[in-house]
């Protein structure tokens, strides 16, 4: 009997791993639950899928997930997405998917589907989305990883892109994840240790539409489970550690054909200026317990105010030199926490900038 309980035996597991399916693919398919985590259950295909529409709907008890009551309990979930598995190899697939309820409803914690409509009724503008996800590491026994038993580590300082041990941790981690999502066909543009010591960054993007929420959703996927093979837990929370140090974010990059083209800035602008009159709206959806991370300290601007600048990191929003010298390009919203909804985020800002839309007949 293995001696941890929470890392796996990849040794062992991988003579398993070889044997012939026999024609079969295992699809994996994974949801949202009703506390912004990803859950998953597998099922057995007699052939592979050649694109989503050849997956079927299936369903899970709701009850369980805090989805639905136990009276109702049936959550069905229709595939959107798929992409490669890098744990099981090909032809096993990854199936991201959207939760429905028997009345044929989105289920209340079913974002895409709200965001998805509000993308279709605005694809015109082509609207790029890049997304920096930040996070933290934990031991099973919930320290941070690398930092010492009863104590703290040195002041930040070092440890932001550092190199070099003291200086970063659990770069193994980091690496695998960026391997598996290329392997899945993510968009994944970079990664980088970040200011707090334990604390990593990876992006996603540029993507168009709904297709950024489904990506970072799935790379999200991607690192709890390559964390399980460490016996690491992953936290998402805007304010891991209180005191002096570095909150987490999900700075949203956001790019218009119109703001790219010359003469942007005047579209960046006017977007800008959207974003400050719904303020409050944004920060509704931009995560929980964002107050302990919007401070105004740690290159975080006031929850309760709007500001933005030029090369600012301590505004709401912030505008790079360079676009500012080319005079077109993109901004960043900073206000988004570690654990707010791509879908929520993507959405809002669409709607913000180029209004909403009619509710949905039933």
């Known amino acids: 009997m293995a001696e941890s309980t929470v890392i796996s035996n990849t040794e062992n597991l991988m003579k398993f791993m070889k044997l012939d399916q026999k024609g079969s693919v295992m699809a994996e398919y ?14 057995t295909l007699k052939e592979a899928p050649k694109s989503v529409e050849d997956l079927s709907e299936w369903n899970f008890d709701g009850s369980s997930t805090n989805q639905s009551s136990s009276e109702v309990s049936d959550v069905f979930i229709r595939p959107v997405a798929m992409y490669p598995d890098p744990f099981r190899g090909s032809p096993n697939v990854l199936v991201l998917t959207e939760c429905w309820d028997p009345d044929g409803s989105p289920n209340k914690y079913n974002h895409r589907h709200d965001a998805a409509r509000l993308m279709e009724a605005h694809a015109k503008h082509k609207t790029w989305f890049g997304l920096e996800q930040e996070y933290t590491l934990f031991d099973a026994s919930d320290k941070v990883y690398g930092w010492p038993k009863g104590g703290f580590p040195g002041p930040q300082g070092p440890y932001y892109c550092g190199v070099g ?11 695998a994840h960026y391997k598996c999502c290329l392997f899945a066909g993510i968009n994944i543009s970079g990664i980088n240790a970040e200011v707090m010591p334990g604390q990593w960054e990876f992006q996603v993007g540029p993507c168009e539409g709904i297709s950024l929420g489904d990506e970072l959703w ?12 460490f016996g690491a837990k ?3 929370h805007p304010k891991p550690i209180g005191g002096d140090w570095n909150g987490a974010g999900l700075h949203t990059n956001v790019s218009s054909e119109e703001m790219r083209k010359d003469g942007g800035m005047k579209a960046i602008e006017a977007a800008i200026k959207a974003l400050e009159k719904r303020h409050e709206d944004h920060m509704a959806v931009y995560g929980s317990d964002n107050a302990l991370r919007m401070t105004g300290l740690h290159e975080t601007s006031s929850i309760d105010k709007f500001t ?14 360079g676009v500012a010298r080319e005079g077109k390009g993109y901004f960043e919203d900073r206000r988004p926490a570690s654990n707010a909804d791509p879908y929520q985020i993507t959405g809002i ?10 509710a949905e007949k039933k």
């Open 234 to 236: 992953i936290s998402f």
């Open 30 to 43: 994974i949801w949202i639950d009703a506390n912004n985590h990803v859950r998953s259950k597998t099922k």
């Open 218 to 229: 799935m790379a999200r996927y991607l690192l709890h489970r390559v964390a399980e093979e």
């Open 165 to 175: 041990t003291g200086r970063v941790f659990c770069r193994d981690i980091v690496e």
């Open 349 to 358: 800002m669409v709607e913000t900038i180029y209004g909403g839309i009619e």
């Open 308 to 321: 933005w600048g030029i090369g600012d990191r301590g505004g709401s929003v912030r505008v790079s030199a």
